[in-house]
């Protein structure tokens, strides 16, 4: 297991319990782990996107 994925498997379970403690906490929890990765990638300039993209194409499945 990747350590991404581990780090994905304990975000979805700090969620749901939280989801159980306060909802609103939770909410906000979540928004900023969509939020996050989606900026960080946006402030990136194009050279940066480009080999981001090029590095992802590599680990594909038959290459």
Known sequence: MTPH???GIAGVAIGLILLIVDPL???IVIAAAIAIP???YAM???NQK???RRIRGRKQIGR
């Open 44 to 46: 990136l300039d194009s």
């Open 38 to 40: 989606g900026i960080a």
């Open 25 to 27: 906490i939770a909410l």
């Open 5 to 7: 994925m581990k780090i």
């Open 50 to 52: 480009a080999r981001l």
